[in-house]
């Protein structure tokens, strides 16, 4: 099976770095993902056929709202994960990261699993590092970042415990 994904990635990634693909992926995938989560309690994401993918729930920086977000991650083998804020190689960060800074403290749902986490930035010393780490699993995945002209934000989401 992990063959298979490798062949299926190694197909797939270069189309991602595509002009089309970064016009309509934004697009088309988050609702997409979004209605998969809903009707399938998160235990289906489109995007899981090639990589690793997480539904994160957070709270709106500005509006105080509940919000998701369908987001490629990256396990650290310590059972936390990574997730960059690449935002299809666009100018601006994307929203949730502007909600982790906010209320670090979030959800996610893996394979129909929902738990607490609390994001941390990843410092600057520890970026190359991470960044390979997620490479290993998509190929030239940090060129979202250097296209887009800004240094992405990336995040250790680590499971927490919520007490009452």
């Not at 997409?32 to 920086?61: C, K, N, W, Y």
């Not at 929203?95 to 609390?118: F, K």
């Amino acid at each position: 099976m992990n063959r298979a994904i490798d062949v299926v990635r190694a197909i797939v990634a270069p189309l991602t770095r595509t002009r089309v693909w970064r016009r309509l992926a934004p697009v088309v995938l988050p609702p997409v993902e979004r209605f998969l989560d809903r009707v399938s309690g998160g235990r289906v994401q489109l995007t899981t056929i090639i990589v690793p993918s997480l539904m994160l729930h957070t709270i709106g920086a500005k509006s105080g709202e509940p919000r998701d977000a369908p987001l490629m991650y990256t396990a650290d083998g310590k059972g936390r994960a990574y997730v960059a804020g690449t935002n299809w190689a666009g100018a601006r960060h994307p929203a949730w990261t502007a909600n982790l800074l906010a209320h670090p403290d979030a959800e996610i749902t893996v394979r129909g699993r929902r738990m607490a986490v609390r994001a941390t930035l990843v410092p600057d010393s520890e970026r190359d590092a991470t960044w390979a780490l997620m490479e290993a699993q998509w190929p030239d995945y940090r060129d979202y970042e250097r296209d887009s002209g800004r240094t992405a934000r990336i995040f250790l989401l680590t499971p927490v415990r919520r007490i009452g």
